[in-house]
């Protein structure tokens, strides 16, 4: 089992920056995936950022160049460093494990990032 523990979410202004943490704890596998989604009301959730172990990234076309995701593997724990947000943006955000020996991954809590003015 692999928990999953969110964190940085807020509320913040058109333009502004927000930066999501979540750290993972339990059996990790050291070749794994960890990524973030989105849920805004009403919507699917949506696949944000992700990030592999080795560090390749993919993202959303509609955060490249807004959003950056990284990851510190001996702490466990990925990063996602929100600038220039938009009110579409608005959304829970959950944190995402999946690896070989999980293939149906670990979700987090999620956390809710809101921009308004």
């Known amino acids: 089992q692999v928990q999953l523990v969110e964190s940085g979410g807020g509320l913040v202004q058109p333009g502004g920056s927000l930066r999501l943490s979540c750290a993972a704890s339990?059996?990790?596998?050291?070749?794994?995936?960890m990524g973030w989604y989105r849920q805004a009301p009403g919507k699917q959730r949506e696949l944000v950022a992700a990030i592999t172990s080795s560090g390749s990234t993919n993202y959303a076309d509609s955060v490249k160049g807004r959003f950056t995701i990284s990851r510190d593997n001996a702490k466990n724990t990925v990063y996602l460093q929100m600038n220039s947000l938009k009110p579409e943006d608005t959304a829970v955000y959950y944190c995402?494990?999946?690896?070989?020996?999980?293939?149906?991954?670990?979700w987090g809590q999620g956390t809710q990032v809101s921009v308004s003015s």
């Open positions: 995402h494990y999946s690896a070989i020996t999980l293939p149906s991954g670990s």
């Open positions: 339990g059996t990790i596998f050291s070749i794994n995936a």
